[in-house]
């Protein structure tokens, strides 16, 4: 069970926006502590998609954007692509812990 | 071109050992914390361990603290994480990542390795 909640599986037609939430605690996200999410397709290594207050690296595309309050962040695709079929990660730090998290993942599919 | 390829990875039973090594090629090792993350088969990503800069802090999760060692050497721009006491539930690829600092996600990510504890 992981300290970041996510929800397992998340769809839209394309063309819709999809918003994926990531649920942590006062400890972690509710601290103040960066949020970053990663993609990952099927047979290869995660990828970083968006760092922090929506730093996207190079080639990343600008459908993806990211929020955060409170103890939640969300990752929202605006105009969802079959491309963008994948699973999606949050990852952060828990001070109290002192350990790095990720969300248990959420699989993205295109109606 | 920024690279890690991990190595090391294979069959092993359980109570046993093994070491997985991380090579970095095309940046400064020195520069980042590294880390260990764990996908299990069909699973998600599990965060193992973290090693700042210089080496002088590591931390690790609780399901792996005090049979797994998180070690470096920048002048190979090496990273090795040592395995001990393994279990069927620390079956699964190891991938080495970088990172910047807690702002900085983790940007580079190595193909991984596969381990498999089995009798």
């Known amino acids: 069970q992981s300290v970041l909640t996510q929800p397992p599986s998340v769809s839209g037609a394309p063309g819709q926006r999809v918003t994926i939430s990531c649920t942590g605690s006062?400890?972690?996200?509710?601290?103040?502590?960066?949020v970053h999410w990663y993609q990952q397709f099927p047979g290869t290594a995660p990828k970083l998609l968006i760092s922090?207050?929506?730093n996207r690296p190079s080639g990343v595309p600008d459908r993806f954007s990211v929020s955060k309050s409170g103890t939640s962040a969300s990752l929202a695709i605006t105009g969802l692509q079959v491309e963008d079929e994948a699973d999606y990660y949050c990852?952060?730090?828990?001070?109290?812990?002192?350990?790095?998290?990720f969300g248990g993942g959420t699989k993205v599919t295109a109606l | 071109e920024v690279q890690l390829v991990e190595s090391g990875g294979t069959l092993v039973q359980p109570g046993g050992s093994l070491r997985l090594s991380c090579a970095a090629s095309?940046?400064?090792?020195?520069?980042?914390?590294m880390h260990w993350v764990r996908q299990a088969p069909g699973k998600g990503l599990v965060w193992i361990s973290r090693?700042?800069?210089?080496?002088?802090?590591?931390i690790y999760a609780d399901s792996v603290k005090g049979r797994l060692t998180i070690s470096r050497d920048n002048a190979r721009n090496m990273m090795w994480l040592q395995m001990d006491s393994l279990r069927a539930e620390d079956t699964g690829i190891y991938y080495c990542?970088?990172?910047?600092?807690?702002?900085?996600?983790?940007?580079?990510w190595g193909q991984g390795t596969t381990v498999t504890v089995t009798s």
């Open positions: 990542t970088r990172k910047a600092g807690h702002a900085s996600g983790m940007d580079v």
């Open positions: 095309g940046f400064a090792l020195s520069n980042y914390w």
């Open positions: 090693i700042n800069s210089d080496g002088s802090d590591r």
């Open positions: 006062s400890s972690n996200i509710g601290a103040g502590y960066d």
């Open positions: 922090g207050n929506n």
């Open positions: 990852q952060s730090y828990d001070t109290r812990l002192n350990v790095l998290l």
